[in-house]
């Protein structure tokens, strides 16, 4: 099937997510109408790593958890730019200005970094 005019593409597009709607659909009534349907007491009730639920479902977290799940993903992408970074760096006639780019970027990271440590956010106490 080709596409022909300025409509043609979006009728395609449009199509292609009908098609995929589609299949979702058959996906989700194929399974309500395969599965086995018997619910007890037993069936019904939460289930959590094989531990029977007790007490409340309300817990609190700390918030240094999140902190140090942040920092993470903050140096989880400073690694990610640093890898293509490196194999940029040795092509002629860029290596002058990607180090000054990431001697930036790092610069960057380290002021927050820093920034952190003063706040007291990376003690454990």
């Known amino acids: 099937m080709t596409a022909h005019g300025y409509f043609g593409t979006y009728a395609l597009v449009g199509l292609v997510l009908l098609v995929g709607a589609g299949f979702v659909a058959a996906a989700f009534t194929a399974s309500r109408l395969l599965r086995p349907h018997a619910p007890t007491a037993g069936n019904l009730t939460a289930y959590e790593c094989g531990v029977d639920p007790v007490g409340e479902g309300w817990a ?31 092509d002629p006639g860029f290596g002058a200005t990607t180090l000054i780019e990431m001697l930036a970027f790092v610069g960057f990271l380290a002021v927050g970094l820093l920034y952190a440590w003063r706040k007291g956010v990376l003690t454990w106490t």
């Open 60 to 90: 609190q977290t700390h918030v240094r958890y999140y902190v140090y799940a942040y920092l993470y993903v903050i140096f989880a992408v400073d690694a990610i730019y640093l890898f293509p970074w490196a194999t940029v760096f040795a």
